[in-house]
């Protein structure tokens, strides 16, 4: 079974989790959700977001299919402007590889995390287990507790599927 920091993380903190091996490569939250045999509303992914001045960066938590709203974000985390971080800023702002980057893993590490709303609809959410490949299954009232996230409302609504 595979160990790192968020899953000794989890340890100490006697959470209720379950780990799945994933292929070690950078994926899309909707390929994870396919491999998991999941909804991609309850496989959240992690964004990285940048302020225009100073100040803690924001790391997004939204739901599969869904897209990070900028605009709302920035109100809720009251800054007119926010961009979304490039792979190479993310991934040295994070220490962690794209596709990897977890908000368990970025406790305390200078980040504002916010996460959809959404989640509060869900029981048990998946997310990334701070590497390539693993990914986590946990209570969704844990993550909220343990990252110390607001949850709002910081994405459009997922895109309709018209019938043919």
Do not use: Q, W
Not at 19 to 43: G, Q
Not at 122 to 127: A, D, G, K, Q
């Amino acid at each position: 079974m595979t160990t790192n920091n968020v899953i000794r993380f989890l340890d100490s903190r006697k959470v209720i989790y379950e780990v799945f091996d994933l292929p070690r490569e950078k994926l899309a939250a909707d390929e994870v959700a396919r491999l998991l045999e999941a909804s991609p509303s309850i496989v959240f992914k992690s964004i990285v977001i940048s302020r225009m001045g100073s100040g803690k960066h924001i790391l997004a938590v939204v739901p599969g299919d869904r897209e990070v709203n900028l605009k709302k974000l920035a109100k809720i985390v009251g800054e007119k402007k926010l961009i979304p971080a490039t792979k190479k800023e993310a991934e040295n702002l994070t220490k962690l590889l794209t596709g990897g980057i977890s908000p368990l893993a970025l406790i305390n590490k200078g980040f504002e995390i916010v996460i959809h709303k959404s989640v509060l609809d869900h029981n048990l959410v998946h997310i990334s287990g701070g590497e390539l490949g693993v990914n986590i299954r946990l209570p969704s009232p844990d993550l909220i507790d343990l990252t110390g996230a607001k949850v709002a409302d910081i994405s459009s609504p997922p895109p309709l599927i018209t019938p043919l």
